[in-house]
């Protein structure tokens, strides 16, 4: 089975400094990798998806994400956040049957 | 992309009670599954929506607590059967929409708040 961990429950950045939420993965194949944001009341939104290729990904809203597969990790960086960047986000691995396993998410909380 | 809807977007339900969650989607796609996100928690999937046949459960999920429909390749229901206060949660509906033999991604709608009171 597959299990995601993030190990960072919440982060506190300063606005404009530069954000990274660490993923790690478990997973015995070449996994399907997702970082999905979720704003306060609302659903999940797709940032970044890996699925091959490029281990450097970008997505929306200027985030990206690096796959280093000798580290099962997927982390996400940003290089400058914004207050609107305050949010839930959730890293999650697909299954070939396109279930997904989540992470228990990171809290960011941005200050002024 | 897909753009879903689900009804209704939250409720308060009495204990004993059961509550059918809509989800519909604005295109055919080729999977639809329904997760539970409980209080501070992570998402969890529930079960597969399969057209025209039983859903497939996850592990700790029943379909006499969770039953779910999907008549046609737009539109699923999850009912949450003789609720109680854990009962509490965002429920979400996702879909994919397959691309031959790529992989795609899941797309998820706003999702349904009940709380069970």
């Known amino acids: 089975a597959q299990s995601v961990t993030q190990p960072d429950i919440h982060i506190t950045v300063s606005e404009g400094a530069s954000l990274e939420l660490r993923c790690n993965y478990s997973?015995?194949?070449?996994?399907?990798l997702f970082w999905y944001v979720q704003s306060p009341g609302q659903g999940l939104q797709l940032l970044l998806k890996?699925?091959?290729?490029?281990?450097l990904v970008q997505g929306i809203k200027g985030f990206e994400a690096e796959f280093k597969r000798s580290q099962s990790s997927f982390n996400l960086r940003k290089p400058s956040v914004h207050w609107s960047d305050a949010a839930e986000y959730f890293c999650a691995v697909g299954e070939d049957d396109y279930k997904l396993s989540f992470g228990a998410g990171t809290t960011v909380t941005v200050r002024a | 992309s897909a753009v879903i809807s689900q009804k209704p977007s939250r409720d308060i339900c009495q204990r004993g009670t059961s509550l059918t969650i809509q989800c519909q989607v604005d295109s055919q796609v080729t999977m639809m599954f329904w997760y539970r996100q409980q209080p501070g928690q992570s998402l969890t999937l529930i079960a597969t929506?399969?057209?025209?046949?039983?859903?497939?459960?996850e592990s700790g999920f029943v379909i006499d607590k969770f039953p779910i429909s999907r008549p046609n390749l737009t539109f699923s229901t999850l009912t949450v059967s003789n609720m109680s206060p854990e009962d509490s949660s965002i429920y979400l509906c996702?879909?994919?929409?397959?691309?031959?033999?790529?992989?795609?991604?899941?797309?998820f709608g706003q999702g349904t708040r009940l709380t069970v009171v």
């Open positions: 997973y015995g194949a070449t996994p399907y």
């Open positions: 890996y699925f091959s290729g490029d281990t």
């Open positions: 996702s879909v994919t929409r397959s691309r031959g033999p790529e992989y795609t991604e899941a797309f």
């Open positions: 929506a399969n057209q025209g046949s039983e859903a497939t459960y």
